[in-house]
């Protein structure tokens, strides 16, 4: 496994460890890209026994065959017709044997393709990826001051991605350019991420018409045939619970299907107030939702790959706000994962999405129970995993850099527990012997750095200490940590003639899109 502190010992270009003892010590100072895709070497968790997982299995197909799912577009539609499902106007009733069959073609596992190929990963099995958050008008800035975000504040959360190793996509909204005219937003967003990070990254769903624009941009930087028979992005789709598909999310289905683009097939549920008030019912019925989104991509498509997934949240009665990091949210998150292997089906869920209006002791709690559900029940794309604050409404930038370095050690975690160096502890131990130290020992001075993970925005000093060096709280120094990661960015150069080939699209589609929205 790659050292896992984010001082790092390997190069943005994967270059290998040398020099002795000096040769560490440079490339420390050397910041590392990105983590090859997270292989959890832990055992996953079955929260409930296969007696229950069949029993939501079986309760999910009877909603599809009994009440049916709402496919709210015309084209869609016919294709469920043509296969063969029971279609009363825009309700679609769904054998379950047809169903399953579709839902079987999807490929248990699939490589992400990034236009660097040292940061291609690989989604489903024991693969697991992070991925930054997605859509909010709301920033908490450099200056801790919230305020709507901008283009050059997405800009600077793409360059952070590309930075922090423990990220394995640059997403594309991670917050909205607000001072762009809607119509023309989605360009200067995935510009944006094709421009200043090299990794994988996530498409726009808002129109027919910005989804295929995207796939254009795509295929300017990865050629056109590529993008056919390649996986270069992932977009989200989310069913309106319950059980309704809309036009809009339709459209963007059959253009990221057709292009063998995988979406995230993923309900969007508030327990209680769009599902029934309870964690196993809100699961079935989720379950019932994201099945019938996944099949209908094989309708489009088959084989193409997908991501089952499911962002489900539980809602406080007294004032009707999503609550983010419940223990009910944890438990249904495992639930959906033994659901996801049933089907062996790639499936995603949230890491640390937290209702918390700051990066304070809240979002932690909130994070860590949300963390540990997603890594111990096998979650392959683990998104909203950097920078989210309220509910989703705004991306702190202290947030976005705390949260990634506690990334680095979930992906150590998740990694397992390595023997490699058992023997030679053991022979550092009869070394030493009793009433010594290890600290001056070989073994100590030739593992010390990967030994542990070793986190540089915690702080573990003495309470003298850290008064002396200013009394700082953790998002204080997430937000130094940030500003200095911005100052050393260096871009990942595209080819010139693709860089000019985006500019290009760009302008010929604004001249020929509206500012304002009709």
């Not at 999910?60 to 294709?79: P, Q, Y």
């Not at 498409?203 to 300017?220: C, N």
């Not at 940590?481 to 100052?487: C, E, G, Q, V």
Request: proline share 5%.
């Amino acid at each position: 496994m790659a050292d896992l502190n984010e001082r790092g010992t390997q190069s943005a270009a994967g270059g290998r460890r040398g020099g002795g003892r000096e040769g560490r010590r440079a490339l420390r100072k050397i910041p590392m890209a990105s983590f090859p895709t997270l292989v959890r070497n832990i055992p996953v968790y079955d929260l409930v026994p296969d007696e229950a997982v069949e029993l939501i299995h079986d309760e999910s197909l009877k909603i599809l065959e009994e009440i049916g799912c709402e496919f709210r577009d015309d084209e869609a539609i016919a294709m469920w017709k043509a296969a063969g499902a029971d279609v009363r106007d825009t309700r679609v009733r769904i054998d379950r044997a047809l169903l399953m069959d579709l839902v079987s073609q999807v490929p248990p596992e699939f490589t992400l393709n990034a236009r660097n190929p040292d940061r291609t990963v690989k989604v489903g099995g024991k693969n697991s990826i992070f991925v930054p958050m997605y859509g909010p008008p709301y920033v908490r800035d450099l200056d801790n001051n919230r305020r709507y975000g901008s283009l050059e504040d997405l800009n600077n959360f793409h360059k952070l991605a590309y930075m922090l190793p423990a990220l394995h996509s640059s997403s594309s909204i991670i917050c909205e350019p607000m001072e762009v005219p809607v119509p023309k937003r989605h360009l200067h967003i995935i510009h944006s991420a094709l421009k200043h990070s090299d990794k994988p990254f996530m498409g726009i769903v808002t129109s027919k018409e910005r989804a295929e624009d995207v796939m254009k941009m795509a295929g300017i930087v990865f050629g056109d045939d590529y993008v056919n028979n390649n996986t270069v992005l992932v977009s989200i789709t989310n069913c309106n619970s319950p059980l309704v598909w809309d036009a809009t999310m339709l459209d963007a289905m059959r253009v990221y299907a057709r292009h063998n683009q995988p979406l995230i097939l993923a309900p969007f549920a508030l327990c209680g107030a769009s599902t029934a008030a309870s964690a196993i019912g809100a699961v079935a019925q989720v379950n019932a939702e994201a099945l019938a989104g996944v099949a209908f991509t094989q309708l489009i498509r088959p084989g193409s790959p997908q991501i089952y997934g499911q962002f489900m949240v539980t809602v406080d009665m007294k004032t009707g706000a999503p609550m983010g990091g419940t223990a009910e949210a944890a438990q249904m998150m495992f639930v959906m994962g033994q659901l996801a292997r049933k089907y062996k089906l790639p499936w995603r869920t949230s890491g640390f999405h937290v209702g918390s209006k700051l990066n304070d002791a809240q979002a932690g709690y909130e994070a860590n129970m949300l963390m540990h559900a997603a890594i111990l029940s096998g979650a392959n794309y683990i998104w909203h995993v950097a920078g989210w604050l309220e509910a989703g409404l705004a991306c702190g930038y202290g947030k976005f850099v705390t949260d990634a370095e506690q990334l680095v050690g979930w992906y150590k975690y998740a990694g397992g527990l390595s023997f490699d160096d058992f023997k030679d502890a053991m022979a550092a131990v009869r070394e030493v012997g009793p009433a010594g130290h290890f600290l001056g020992t070989q073994h100590t001075l030739e593992h010390f750095e990967k030994a542990f993970f070793t986190p540089s925005i915690m702080d573990f000093n003495s309470f003298e200490q850290w008064s002396a060096e200013g009394a700082k709280d953790h998002d204080l120094r997430g937000r130094e940590k940030a500003r200095a990661m911005l100052a050393a960015y260096e871009e990942p150069k595209l080819d010139e003639g693709i860089a000019e080939g985006l500019r290009d699209f760009i302008a010929k589609r604004e001249e020929e899109l509206p500012d304002g929205v009709s």
